[in-house]
């Protein structure tokens, strides 16, 4: 059955710098503008997705100044409007607010969904059967509707989620959430078997996003109802940019959904769909290296980008070279990444790690390089 098009406005968050892909990914060029998994950048894989669900004119892209001129060239179907970059990093409540402000002005009854722009989702179609059943449920009522991961290891870099009862339709109440846990932790919601990773995907309608956080952010809610009646005039770059740099610095899981969670399954309004459609976060070189291997299945584990390239006693290596041949003797489970001006060797196990780089770039002031 094709896809329908839905109330749907969907938000992208494209504002983080991607620092674990160090050095390839920079300040005007981050994760979500490189093409990590296929000719597509990220940005352009998440808008390709939701397209079959919603009209282009029912996007709003958030990210920063030194993304904004990327992102547009990315993707020139898109009017210069909705693509809003914040003036500071303010996390993810104040960004999918403003859109929700807006929003509600316009069309209070208007489902939103929030997307983070650099996640990969091997089974469109799933996927896209996933978000129409959450918009049904946000449009419904005061519903929250967040999409849960089934989880396939003791992961201890993801927050989770507890279902409770679980309805008609396979949705499930929300009992609880849970930030990144230690290894007894995870290992223990992995065989509880009702945890799921939490996806960051949310879905819910504008006066819901609003009135929440109204009573859970109310100062951050003021600042963002000033800024979005200012939207469409000539007031609003001067407005956002004197205002925005005031709100919370708060994700909506810390500032909303976990205060929402505590009143309990049936009063928070909180559901989790689970959503198995192929989800990989890509959170660095080793998950990239993990995605790719279990795609092309290459028999000694080796992932080389490069003009030509020799292996011998070399296992389960990452490495990006581009216009050089590559020999690699005698060495396991190594990152190796090459730029014009920089050059990333680490192990697999470590390259959580890499973002301690870029922080050393930064405190030394060495912005070629970040």
């Not at 960051?200 to 609003?210: D, E, I, N, P, Y």
């Not at 200012?230 to 007031?235: E, I, L, V, Y």
């Not at 899981?253 to 989790?272: K, M, N, Q, T, W």
């Not at 020799?310 to 990152?335: R, W």
Request: charged share 20%; proline share 5%; net charge positive.
């Amino acid at each position: 059955m094709a896809n329908k098009k839905l109330n749907l406005h969907a938000v992208i968050l494209a504002g983080g710098r991607g620092t674990r892909f160090w050095p390839l990914s920079r300040k005007r060029c981050a994760k979500q503008l490189l093409a990590l998994d296929g000719k597509d950048t990220m940005i352009q894989q998440t808008v390709a997705r939701l397209l079959p669900l919603t009209s282009a004119n029912r996007f709003w892209i958030i990210t920063n100044r030194d993304s904004q001129r990327e992102i547009l060239r990315q993707l020139p179907q898109f009017e210069r409007k909705q693509i809003l970059a914040e003036p500071v990093g303010r996390n993810t409540a104040p960004a999918i607010g403003l859109a929700a402000f807006i929003l509600e002005r316009q069309a209070p009854d208007t489902v939103i969904g929030m997307f983070p722009s650099d996640q990969v989702v091997a089974k469109e179609k799933e996927f896209r059967a996933v978000i129409e059943r959450a918009v049904k449920i946000a449009a419904a009522g005061e519903n929250i509707v967040v999409l849960g991961i089934p989880p396939t290891r003791p992961e201890t870099g993801y927050g989770y989620i507890e279902a409770g009862a679980v309805l008609d339709g396979g949705a499930s109440r929300v009992r609880r959430f849970t930030e990144k846990p230690d290894a007894a932790r995870a290992a223990a919601f992995l065989q509880a078997g009702n945890y799921f990773w939490n996806s960051g995907m949310f879905v819910w309608s504008a006066r819901t996003l609003s009135n929440a956080l109204r009573e859970h952010l109310p100062k951050t809610a003021s600042l963002l109802e000033k800024i979005a009646a200012t939207f469409g005039s000539r007031k609003f770059a001067a407005t956002y940019q004197k205002l925005y740099p005031q709100c919370e610095n708060i994700s909506i899981d810390y500032a909303v959904l976990e205060p929402r969670s505590a009143r309990g399954e049936r009063a928070s309004h909180i559901f989790c769909i689970p959503a198995e459609f192929g989800w990989n976060d890509l959170g660095c070189w080793t998950s990239l290296h993990e995605h790719q291997a279990a795609k092309l299945l290459p028999s000694d584990g080796n992932l080389v980008s490069a003009e030509g390239f020799f292996t011998t006693d070399a296992q389960g290596n990452y490495i990006h070279a581009p216009g050089k041949f590559v020999a690699a003797v005698g060495v396991s489970n190594l990152v190796i990444v090459e730029t014009a001006d920089a050059l990333l060797i680490t192990t697999r196990d470590c390259a959580q790690d890499v973002g301690k780089v870029v922080k050393y770039l930064d405190e030394k002031k060495l912005h070629n390089l970040v």
